[in-house]
């Protein structure tokens, strides 16, 4: 399961170099690659609005 960012995302770009595989890209909101993503949460642990979260 990979981390999603949510529409909470205010592209304060914390969580973007916090990703151990690059899995995060710029935007609008930043948007996580599910390939990529290996659910370590950690973008979730430096998202100051908690916008990243495990896909349901």
Known sequence: MAYKINDECIAC???????PTDAI???????????KCIDCGTCNEV???????PEE
Do not use: T
């Not at 770009?13 to 990703?19: L, R, S």
């Open 13 to 19: 770009g914390a969580c973007k170099p916090e990703c």
């Open 25 to 35: 890209s710029e935007g609008d909101i930043y948007v996580i690659d599910p390939d």
């Open 47 to 53: 998202c100051p609005v908690g916008a990243p979260n």
